[in-house]
C-alpha cells in the first residue's frame, strides 16, 4: 500500500480533501478515537459528510477497556475498529476484509459496522454457543456476575481463584473468562500468563485461545498496562454494570470463534449423538411428576457440578501414582457418565480403572488426556440439553 500519515484532524481532513481533489483519493483512512482538538468519531463524521471524501474506507483503533455502543460506531459511518495494541495479522484481516467490501456504507445503515475481521456485516455473539468461565473469589460478586450473565443469556461456570481456572481450562475450551484480578492462591494476572503458556504449548488451531476479560477494582493506566502485559484482552471495573458488561461481551465477537460454531464447521467426526446417547436423556425426562422439575436437568446440573472435583482426583492420582485412588475416582465417574448416556465418556473411565489391573500405569496420562478432552465436550453438549424446553423432546 501507499501510506501517509497524519498528526490531526484538521491535517487529514486537509491532506484527503487535496488528494480526492487531483483524482487519487485514499480509499482506506485508520483513525485513532482519541485525538487532541478534534476525536476520531468527529473526524469520520465529517469524513462521511464530504461527498469528495466520503467514499473512503473507515477503521477505528480504540483503547482497551474504551468502548462504544454499535449505534454510535454506525452512525459515525466506521467501517471496522481494532483494539490497540494491534497486532500484524489481525490488521491485515481487518483490511483483507474492509477493502473486499464492494460497496461503501453510508452513516446509520445497519450493515455499516463490523468489528476487525468479521465477514461483511455486524457480527454478534450467539450466548448459547459460548461458554464463560468465570473467576471470581467473593461469592457475592460471583452470584451477581453469574445472574447477569444468565440475564443476557449466556452459560457460564465459576471457580473461586486462578488455580481452579487454569485447570478449569485444561479440561473445557471456554471461549471467554472473566477474571478477577486479585484472588487467593494465584492472582488473575499471573493465571492469565500460565493459561496462555499453556496455548501456546498446545498450538492447537482447533481450539483458539480463550478471550480473557480482566475484572478489576480500578480503571488506571498502570492498571490497563497490567492486565495486557499478563495477556488479557480487555477488562471491565467494578462493580459490573449490565450495560457494560454487554458490552465488553459483544466486542469479544470478533475474537471469539465459539465451540458451537467450530463443531458446525469443523468435519472432526464428533456429533451430539456420539458424545451423549439421546435416547438415555428422553429416558429421564418421562420420569417427570407433573408440574415437577426436569429430572434430566437435576441430574445434568449435578453431574456438572460434582465431576469436576472427581476429574481433579484422578489427575491428583496419576501425578501420586496412587493407583488406588486412580480407579476410585474412575469408576466413580463412570457411573456417572453411564446414567446421562455419555457412552464414550464412560468407556474411557473403564478403561483408565483398568490400567492398574493389568500393569499398563505407564499409558494412565495419555488416557487420561483423551478422558480429560471427552469431558470437555460432554459438558457442552449437557450444557445445551440443559436450555431446551421439555416439550421439544
Same mark, same amino acid.
Given at each position: 500500500?501507499?501510506?501517509?500519515?497524519?498528526?490531526?484532524?484538521?491535517?487529514?481532513?486537509?491532506?484527503?480533501?487535496?488528494?480526492?481533489?487531483?483524482? #487519487?483519493?485514499?480509499?482506506?483512512?485508520? @483513525?485513532?478515537?482519541?485525538?487532541?482538538?478534534?476525536?476520531?468519531?468527529?473526524l469520520a463524521q465529517t469524513i462521511r459528510a464530504d461527498p469528495l471524501i466520503q467514499k473512503a474506507r473507515l477503521v477505528m483503533l480504540t483503547s482497551?477497556?474504551?468502548?462504544? #455502543?454499535?449505534?454510535?460506531?454506525?452512525?459515525?459511518?466506521?467501517?471496522?475498529?481494532?483494539?490497540?495494541?494491534?497486532?500484524?495479522?489481525?490488521?491485515?484481516?481487518?483490511?483483507?476484509? /474492509?477493502?473486499?467490501?464492494?460497496?461503501?456504507?453510508?452513516?446509520?445503515?445497519?450493515?455499516?459496522?463490523?468489528?476487525?475481521?468479521?465477514?461483511? *456485516?455486524?457480527?454478534?455473539?450467539?450466548?448459547?454457543?459460548?461458554?464463560?468461565?468465570?473467576?471470581?473469589?467473593?461469592?457475592?460478586?460471583?452470584?451477581?456476575?453469574? *445472574?447477569?450473565?444468565?440475564?443476557?443469556?449466556?452459560?457460564? #461456570?465459576?471457580?473461586a481463584n486462578g488455580m481452579e481456572a487454569v485447570e478449569a481450562l485444561k479440561r473445557i475450551p471456554y471461549d471467554i473468562v472473566l477474571m478477577d484480578?486479585?484472588?487467593?492462591? %494465584?492472582?488473575?494476572?499471573?493465571?492469565?500468563?500460565?493459561?496462555?503458556?499453556?496455548?501456546?504449548?498446545?498450538?492447537?488451531?482447533?481450539?483458539?485461545?480463550?478471550?480473557?476479560?480482566?475484572?478489576?477494582?480500578? =480503571?488506571?493506566?498502570?492498571?490497563?498496562?497490567?492486565? @495486557?502485559?499478563?495477556?488479557?484482552?480487555?477488562?471491565?471495573?467494578?462493580?459490573?454494570?449490565?450495560?457494560?458488561?454487554?458490552?465488553?461481551?459483544?466486542?469479544? =465477537?470478533?475474537? /471469539?470463534?465459539?465451540?458451537?460454531?467450530?463443531?458446525?464447521?469443523?468435519?472432526?467426526?464428533?456429533?451430539? &449423538?456420539?458424545?451423549?446417547? $439421546?435416547? /438415555?436423556? =428422553? $429416558?429421564?425426562?418421562?420420569?417427570?411428576?407433573? $408440574?415437577?422439575? #426436569?429430572?434430566? /436437568?437435576?441430574?445434568?446440573?449435578?453431574?456438572?457440578?460434582?465431576?469436576?472435583?472427581?476429574?481433579?482426583?484422578?489427575?491428583?492420582?496419576?501425578?501420586?501414582?496412587?493407583?488406588?485412588?486412580?480407579?476410585?475416582?474412575?469408576?466413580?465417574?463412570?457411573?456417572?457418565?453411564?446414567? %446421562?448416556?455419555? *457412552?464414550? %465418556?464412560?468407556?474411557?473411565?473403564?478403561? %483408565? &480403572?483398568?490400567?492398574?489391573?493389568?500393569?499398563?500405569?505407564?499409558?494412565a496420562s495419555d488416557l487420561f488426556g483423551r478422558l480429560n478432552e471427552e469431558y470437555g465436550r460432554v459438558c457442552f453438549i449437557l450444557e445445551q &440439553?440443559?436450555?431446551?424446553?421439555?416439550?421439544?423432546?
Amino acid at each position: 500500500m501507499r501510506t501517509s500519515t497524519a498528526v490531526n484532524g484538521a491535517v487529514a481532513l486537509e491532506l484527503l480533501r487535496r488528494e480526492a481533489a487531483t483524482g #487519487d483519493a485514499f480509499n482506506l483512512v485508520i @483513525l485513532d478515537l482519541q485525538m487532541p482538538e478534534m476525536d476520531g468519531l468527529t473526524l469520520a463524521q465529517t469524513i462521511r459528510a464530504d461527498p469528495l471524501i466520503q467514499k473512503a474506507r473507515l477503521v477505528m483503533l480504540t483503547s482497551l477497556g474504551l468502548r462504544l #455502543d454499535a449505534e454510535a460506531w454506525r452512525s459515525a459511518g466506521i467501517d471496522a475498529y481494532l483494539a490497540k495494541p494491534v497486532k500484524e495479522s489481525r490488521l491485515f484481516d481487518c483490511l483483507a476484509t /474492509v477493502m473486499a467490501e464492494t460497496t461503501g456504507p453510508t452513516a446509520g445503515h445497519p450493515d455499516a459496522l463490523h468489528a476487525a475481521g468479521a465477514p461483511g *456485516r455486524a457480527r454478534a455473539l450467539n450466548p448459547r454457543h459460548v461458554r464463560i468461565l468465570m473467576a471470581e473469589d467473593n461469592v457475592v460478586n460471583q452470584k451477581v456476575g453469574l *445472574r447477569q450473565l444468565k440475564k443476557l443469556g449466556y452459560a457460564a #461456570d465459576a471457580v473461586a481463584n486462578g488455580m481452579e481456572a487454569v485447570e478449569a481450562l485444561k479440561r473445557i475450551p471456554y471461549d471467554i473468562v472473566l477474571m478477577d484480578c486479585h484472588m487467593p492462591e %494465584l492472582d488473575g494476572y499471573e493465571a492469565t500468563r500460565l493459561i496462555r503458556q499453556m496455548e501456546m504449548g498446545k498450538n492447537d488451531p482447533q481450539r483458539p485461545p480463550a478471550y480473557i476479560i480482566a475484572l478489576t477494582a480500578n =480503571a488506571l493506566e498502570s492498571d490497563r498496562e497490567k492486565c @495486557l502485559a499478563a495477556g488479557m484482552n480487555d477488562y471491565i471495573s467494578k462493580p459490573v454494570k449490565l450495560p457494560e458488561l454487554q458490552a465488553v461481551l459483544q466486542e469479544a =465477537a470478533s475474537f /471469539v470463534r465459539p465451540v458451537a460454531a467450530r463443531k458446525r464447521t469443523e468435519n472432526s467426526g464428533v456429533n451430539n &449423538e456420539a458424545v451423549i446417547d $439421546g435416547s /438415555v436423556l =428422553a $429416558g429421564l425426562r418421562e420420569l417427570q411428576e407433573p $408440574g415437577g422439575p #426436569d429430572a434430566a /436437568v437435576e441430574l445434568i446440573e449435578l453431574f456438572l457440578r460434582d465431576t469436576p472435583v472427581k476429574i481433579q482426583s484422578m489427575q491428583s492420582a496419576i501425578a501420586r501414582s496412587d493407583w488406588l485412588a486412580l480407579q476410585e475416582s474412575a469408576h466413580s465417574l463412570k457411573g456417572s457418565a453411564g446414567n %446421562l448416556g455419555a *457412552r464414550r %465418556l464412560a468407556k474411557l473411565c473403564a478403561e %483408565l &480403572e483398568r490400567l492398574p489391573k493389568e500393569g499398563k500405569l505407564a499409558e494412565a496420562s495419555d488416557l487420561f488426556g483423551r478422558l480429560n478432552e471427552e469431558y470437555g465436550r460432554v459438558c457442552f453438549i449437557l450444557e445445551q &440439553e440443559k436450555e431446551k424446553p421439555i416439550e421439544s423432546l
